[in-house]
């Protein structure tokens, strides 16, 4: 496994791949590797010649400093873990290789800053774009993995790609949980004993509310239910609870089996913000 920290490190060995038709694989991650990201590594590993994964704890995508400046960083056990599973390139760049001038290129991904992740994560977006738009220039993958976990990002990165014209394709996997149900999170982390317990409301609002939108009760009326539920806990503040359409993240309001729609849930456990989403119909 070879470390790389500049896109022209990496350029002589993208080339001979290229030569060689060797298919490039990309999973872009902020590291603190848990088994979701391993996921990712795993569908590129089993599909694709070569894999590269990128570790990048991305400033210009937190809007919350403090956020950042808590966010786990595991480096030595990533690599590891990287390695035992034949992970070929990780990318490692520094904030000045990323970031050589002080950017003012603003990305607006239109409708979708204005709800969910975009209204309450302001900026989060543009960072995440500029991001993966440096790094899909930079690696040249063929095919870049994400995870569904975080949903409204991977519109963000479809509407990237097709917008730029990347040439590449996109794969999307589904979200890796704890046997409990919690979605694996890097942040998971940061939760206290207690926190981690109050952590499963996310999940199990989502599966409940599910379960109850099967079985044919009004959408308005659920979602009530579960900003009660929160109401009532301390140390958990519910951001968002809403049904939308997948692809749009238009918001629904009356659910109708034959339209695609997801579950997505946001809230803050004790200082820790996590999100979690369940599709509802696919
Ligand atoms: P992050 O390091 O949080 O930026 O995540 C890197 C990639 O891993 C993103 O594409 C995430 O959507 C994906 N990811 C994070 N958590 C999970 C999970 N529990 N299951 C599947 N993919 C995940």
Redesign the pocket.
């Known amino acids: 496994m070879k470390l790389i920290r500049t896109g022209s490190e990496w350029n002589p060995h993208w080339l001979s791949h290229l030569q060689q038709n060797h298919q490039i694989g990309f999973?872009?991650?902020?590291?603190?590797l848990?088994?979701?990201?391993l996921?990712?590594v795993q569908a590129s590993r089993s599909k694709m010649r070569v894999t590269v994964v990128s570790i990048f704890v991305n400033p210009t995508q937190f809007n919350n400093p403090d956020d950042f400046a808590k966010y786990p960083n595991t480096l030595e056990a990533d690599l590891e873990k990287l390695e035992s599973m034949g992970v070929d390139y990780v990318f490692l760049p520094s904030v000045e290789t990323m970031y050589p001038s002080s950017s003012n290129l603003t990305l607006d991904f239109g409708d979708l800053e204005r709800v969910l992740e975009g209204r309450f994560r302001p900026g989060h977006f543009n960072g995440v774009g500029i991001i993966v738009s440096k790094l899909f220039h930079l690696i040249k993958p063929h095919i870049a993995?994400?995870?569904?976990?975080?949903l409204q990002?991977v519109a963000v990165i479809k509407r990237l790609v097709n917008n730029l014209s990347f040439d590449l394709q996109l794969e999307i996997?589904?979200?890796?949980?704890e046997e409990d149900g919690l979605?694996?999170?890097?942040r998971n982390m940061r939760l206290d004993g207690n926190e981690r317990q109050k952590a499963l409301l996310l999940f199990n609002c989502l599966s409940n509310a599910k379960k109850q939108l099967i079985e044919g009760q009004v959408w308005p009326l659920i979602k009530s239910g579960v900003e009660k539920v929160f109401e009532k806990e301390e140390n958990a503040r519910l951001e968002y609870f809403e049904l939308v359409h997948p692809d749009t993240f238009e918001i629904i309001e009356t659910f109708d089996p034959n339209q695609k729609s997801s579950i997505c849930v946001a809230a803050y456990i004790g200082e820790v913000r996590l999100i979690d989403n369940l599709p509802i119909i696919l």
Request: charged share 20%.
């Open positions: 999973v872009p991650t902020m590291g603190a848990h088994q979701g990201h996921d990712l993995f994400f995870g569904q976990k975080d990002q996997v589904p979200t890796r949980r979605a694996m999170s890097s």
